[in-house]
């Protein structure tokens, strides 16, 4: 498993971008690009739900619910995965979540909170 450290949650005006990062502090670059990276999250009351994801290959698949306000770029030198978001919604509030999958498992980051405000 990967040890996945993620920042930058917080307050987000409506309408506004956040970037959030998930780096494996513990990992070399090799090895990270071995997994294919993705975030989830989970809003107020409802269960987990992928938001985005690339693979090793860096093809992208985005829910549709973000699609054109969303990228995750992959560094594989920094062993990063980023997440730039615009026009934040009020529906984009959440606890969001870096994930790694490689069979046979997955690793997940501690979650990071995401509030949108008006």
């Known amino acids: 498993q990967l040890l996945l450290v993620e920042s930058g949650g917080g307050l987000v005006q409506l309408g506004g971008a956040r970037r959030f990062s998930c780096t494996a502090p513990r990992t070399i670059s090799s090895e990270f690009n071995t997994y294919s990276m993705g975030w989830y999250r989970q809003p107020p009351g409802k269960q987990r739900e992928l938001v985005a994801k690339i693979d090793t290959n860096r093809n992208t698949n985005y829910a549709d619910c973000v699609k054109g306000r969303l990228t995750i770029p992959r560094d594989s030198s920094r062993k990063t995965l980023t997440m730039q978001t615009n026009d934040q919604k009020p529906d984009d509030t959440a606890v969001y979540y870096c994930?790694?999958?490689?069979?046979?498992?997955?690793?997940w980051g501690q979650g990071t909170q995401v509030t949108v405000s008006s």
């Open positions: 994930n790694a999958s490689r069979a046979p498992r997955d690793s």
